[in-house]
């Protein structure tokens, strides 16, 4: 049985809406969400983020787990009651933490053994450990643990790894006690299209609720991530959401949405927020620059969000170069805006089956075509 | 022409209703004003501000006229549109901030000669440049630039500054140019009673909008600044408002108010709540503390601030330790409402002629009593 409803679906490209049914209620997508490491989004109120559009958030299962402990969020009544988000959360497993320790971790047929970023002390997850965690987190959407595979890699590291993504992605389902939290599994197979789709048919073979792709963004050229999309998503069922995992950039967005791509999360709106760097429907926007000094107009003149309603540019370079925290929230605040506000504008034009002319609107608006 | 109203009078000792009229409307005292340095109250949205009872809050003229400066603020419609709070606000002279810096300042009869904290550039602030600075940010209440006294000091050092600042708060007086702003005069004298009643004395003859008592809580035993206030209050005309600059603790403000005083500022609220320290109705609660690491009450079970409705213990030690933003905001938060919440029930004591009640039960309350 698959919890997902397709809506719309473009005529002329893969673009499509779908709605997402889980523990926490619905989600419509294509969906951008909001990450927040370790039960917050940074510097963002949960009436803040549902007022700026966010209707689905990720929380960091390997930060979690390290601190303040899985066990511990379970008997405060799970992660939606800990950090008061009453809407669904999807939790990764730990798999890409895990990888981007590199030295500090040792991959087994077992599981991950690996040391705390904190303390450094020795702790292990095995597929069937993930699913536990991520049960006591309480998420609507858990991931299967995965490999991740560097970029670049040789064919033999990169089958490797994904054959054994294959074999814990099936033991995470045998571990699921049947708490209603759906399973995405996730698509490994590096830069090579062939081991991609063997990935793709495999976990389809053993049956999820949805797919995400993983291993992409990891230094490769772009276009290299669109042909890794365009090489999985056709061998995904049509019927089951499709997820890019930490992606990305706005025109990332668009091109993912354009290949069929449903959920996307990423840290950049909130990171570079809080670096000072803003996403305006004409380009970025370095708010230090000399150039906003007195700028009494709001970041972006077309945004509705809570920062642009009510403060200028002049203002919000004062508080950045004063390291004041309330720059932190008021950039946040925009930059999820704009990726939400981004995402229901794909929606709309999907559902109105114009979604190559919201495409091609959007990079014209821009000071620089992508 | 006194723009203050007494509203009601303690029986039993010196503590009172009133009741200040500003160009943003009015102020109930006794109140608390929020310290706003860099145009924004750290970490706290102005919705937020006023959601959690906050009604006039501080702005600093030295901070703000370093940086962004004082014009490009009146350019962009004045401290109140620049950072979007639209209730009153009250500016400091910048005296105590140049007296802070100590060998980087020299004070003449002209004025005060300093260096900026920031880049080191030499500046110059007159009694008449610190009127025409706090006209262009539009504030609601002004402060005369006084000259502060070290504690401690001798007789002859407190003498000499607090007849300069008598001769700088006429000259202040006599800067005015018709805004319709307040203009508070400031007493100093150090800890030397008499010199406090001269001051006291010498400003009532001059005549300002309501008096302020610098030069407190510098350091000095906290019977002694007591003392000052008892030696200085008297002398001042009960139809205006007092102003305790600078202070303080919970136990400071019910000390202020029972002797007299209508308007406190500090920034213990907000910078304790960075530094996890949080005031409940039963003392101070440091919220790294591991025995509140499983705790699911919140900060204080009276309390009914945001942050208490919606997060535990648990959660807000766990975003200390996580080095998180939302931890400071959501302790400022709570914070600042407790303040300002104290300040309402001392205003309902005082209504109801029960001060000397509320007080000796506010002490009972805590578990380390003052």
Redesign the interface.
Known sequence: MTRFRLLHKSSTCAARCGELSTLHGPIHTPVFMPVGT???V?????EELEALGARIILGNTYHLFI??GHE?IR??GGLHA???WQRPILTDSGGFQIFSLRELARITEQGAEFRSHLDGSRLFLSPEDAIHVQEALGSDIMMVLDTCIPYPAGREEAARATALTGRWAARCKAALSGTGQLLFGIVQGGMYPDLRRESANELVETGFDGYALGGLSVGEPKELMLEMLEATVPHLPADHPVYLMGVGTPEDLVEGVYRGVDMFDCVMPTRNARNGMLFTSRGRLVIKNARY??D?RPVDEECTCYTCR???R??L???F??R???A??LNSIHNLHYYCALMAAMRRAIAADRFDDFRRRFYAQREVPA
Chains 1, 2 share one sequence.
């Open positions: 370790q039960a917050t940074k510097g963002v109120l949960p601190r303040p511990l008997s405060l800990f950090m008061h000094r007195e009494p009510h403060f200028s002049a203002y370079r004062h508080l170069q004063s004041e925290i309330l932190s929230q």
